[in-house]
């Protein structure tokens, strides 16, 4: 792979922008390639402002982005999918009630989004230019919320807890899209918009709290202990269960539902530098588990860290699940002056080590060493692919009010 990238980016006042450059070269063998990116890409925006002297707030963005996409033999491309898009989205938002039991904000936005190409009625991009446009209407709710406070054990650290109940509700609306269809999808899926379409969700969120107890040198702080979470999302259009990005199962190709999955989220920090988390989703219309995630992170005061995440997904009874772990930590040594990190990525259904990494440096006050070791073992998804695995050494040096100095053509290493 080969990645130029750059970008420059400002702010003044309430405006912002940016450009940034992107190129990827991806080669799959000695003469294929795949080169993608954006090239460039230029976006603005307008920081939300008051209007009028009333609860009322607006904003705009805006984006030009070139977007090349290529299939290429020899240097020469075979499949040219690339296109240009500028997209223009203001928005307006009205808080409507901000009582502490009781949160309500309204939305509305307009979305204009013109692509250079286009897809014909077989799905096949053309160069026939297209304009998208649509609003999107939207009302987010939070409570009635319910509260109950106590006092702890006078031998306890902690002081009080809190207990909260908070329902959510969210209304969404997308307004028709006559040629959603026509609409060209590179690496960005959400240019794919279901139009016509309104989601209802609904949940409830379970907070447990605690104020620590006030001791010398020691400032009381609350925080947040442990919180439950479920929510569902149900569909006037079926066609929106494939399409929403607040679930990790909801893909294309899966079976069509009027409901989503029924989320559930846990999240447990009994200290400052210690926390677990997870997420679930299961189908309710007969699917069953979707998904399945779990991650752990723990820090100590002298620097060192460890962190461990695992996921499980399988979004139909026909198909494999997929199970994989990923995991690193951090130890570090003489002050902060040393450090080693080790990472580890393993796909468990396939029963693969995908990557190791292991990254040792050293500081002093003027300069710094460091060496990195990377293993690598890829999937052999066809016949094509011409690494199976791939072990690389990289060595690189610090000077102070310079920066890091390393290989500029990449790791030292090779296939095997």
């Known amino acids: 792979m080969r990645v130029m990238t750059g970008g420059l980016s400002g702010n003044w006042g309430p405006y912002s922008t940016t450009f940034a450059y992107e190129q990827n070269t991806v080669f799959n063998d000695e003469r294929n390639s795949l080169v993608y990116g954006s ?6 925006g307008i920081a939300p402002q008051r209007l009028f002297g009333q609860s009322l707030y607006a904003s705009m963005n805006g ?28 928005l307006v938002r009205a808080p ?10 309204t939305s509305a936005g307009y979305r204009l989004t013109q692509f250079s190409e ?20 939207r009302a987010d709710a939070i409570g009635p919320v319910f509260t109950k406070i106590w006092d702890a054990a006078p031998t306890s650290a902690t002081e ?38 309104t989601r209802f969700t609904y949940g409830l969120t379970n907070r447990l709290l605690l104020r620590s107890r006030p001791r010398e040198g020691v400032v009381a702080a609350a925080r947040e202990l442990l919180s439950v979470g479920v929510q569902q999302t149900y569909y ?18 899966r079976k069509l539902v009027d409901l989503s999955p029924v989320a559930l989220t846990v999240r447990y920090a009994p200290t400052l530098a210690t926390s677990l988390s997870g997420r679930s989703e299961y189908d309710v219309s007969g699917g069953g588990l979707q998904s399945l995630s779990a991650t752990g992170s723990a820090a100590t005061i002298g ?21 994989y772990l990923s995991a690193s930590t951090n130890l570090r040594f003489l002050e902060g002056r040393a450090s080693t990190n080790y990472s580890l990525s393993w796909d468990i259904s396939r029963g693969t080590v995908v990557s190791q990494s292991v990254h040792t440096t050293y500081y002093a006050q003027c300069c710094g060493f460091g060496v990195e070791f990377q293993n690598y073992n890829y999937p052999r998804v066809s016949s094509s692919f011409p690494i199976p695995a791939d072990r690389r050494i990289n060595f ?21």
């Open 63 to 90: 984006e030009f982005a070139n977007l090349p996409y290529s299939s290429n033999l020899d240097g020469v491309p075979v499949l040219d999918r690339g296109m240009t898009r500028f997209e223009l989205a203001p």
């Open 39 to 44: 090239t460039p890409r230029v976006s603005a």
């Open 96 to 105: 409507v009630s901000r009582w502490t039991f009781l949160t309500l904000n």
């Open 303 to 323: 620097g060192h860290s460890v962190s461990a995440s695992l996921s499980r997904r399988r979004l139909s009874q026909q198909s494999p699940a997929e199970t």
């Open 160 to 197: 009080r807890y809190k207990h909260v109940i908070e329902p959510t509700f969210s209304f969404q609306q997308i307004t028709p899209i006559d040629n959603y269809r026509s609409v060209p999808i590179l690496t960005n899926s959400t240019d794919f918009i279901v139009g016509g379409i």
């Open 118 to 137: 286009s897809l014909n009625a077989r799905g096949v991009q053309v160069p026939v230019p297209l304009t998208r446009s649509y609003w999107d209407l």
């Open 236 to 253: 006037t259009d079926k066609l929106g269960s494939q399409y929403d990005p607040t679930y990790a199962s909801s893909v294309q190709g």
């Open 396 to 416: 690189s040096f610090t000077l102070a009010g310079l920066g890091t100095f390393s290989n500029f053509f990449g790791a030292f290493g090779g296939a095997r």
